[in-house]
């Protein structure tokens, strides 16, 4: 049975009914399934994710990816070069901006990530199956209001 919404007024400092701390619990938890499904492909999710966006997105710069990654662009720098030693993506400096970096996906990086889509595809499904397949569409847009809200100014 789900727990009735707290108002602010009942909250304490109750790790269980922190929302970060859950969603991170979660989050922490959804990655390494991922991980375990995606690693015969040798990808983490993470490099799963950014290997998609370049796959269905094409180039772009490290400042868009960063931003539909909810990443900061050290991150998703630091993230970006294995796949770049691993010659999968391909990174340069921009034409019209040369402090931009534009990333490219390689041949090599689609059909890696062409691999790997089978194992995606088996670990969603599972996932789905475990978890709803309403609830899971449900669990991405609430994920998706979350990732809008507002970040707060520093005082």
Not at 22 to 41: C, E, G, H, K, M
Not at 57 to 67: D, E, H, I
Not at 87 to 93: K, N, Q, R
Request: aromatic share 4%.
């Amino acid at each position: 049975m789900p727990r009735a919404a707290a108002k602010s007024s009942d909250l304490v400092d109750d790790p269980a009914r922190c929302n970060c701390n859950q969603v991170r619990r979660a989050a922490r938890r959804l990655s390494r399934y991922y991980d375990l499904a995606l690693a015969p492909s040798g990808l983490k999710s993470t490099q799963y994710s950014l290997l998609s966006y370049l796959v269905t997105s094409g180039p772009m710069t490290m400042a868009r990816l960063a931003k539909l990654m909810s990443m900061d662009r050290a991150t998703t720098g630091h993230n970006l070069r294995p796949l770049e030693r691993d010659g999968f993506v391909e990174i340069s400096v921009g034409e019209n901006d040369r402090r931009e970096r534009i990333v490219t996906v390689t041949k090599q990086g689609r059909g890696t990530h062409a691999r790997a889509l089978a194992a995606w595809r088996r670990a969603q499904t599972a996932f789905e199956e475990a978890m709803g397949e309403r609830e899971a569409a449900d669990l991405r847009d609430l994920m998706n209001r979350a990732v809008d809200i507002p970040l707060p100014r520093p005082e």
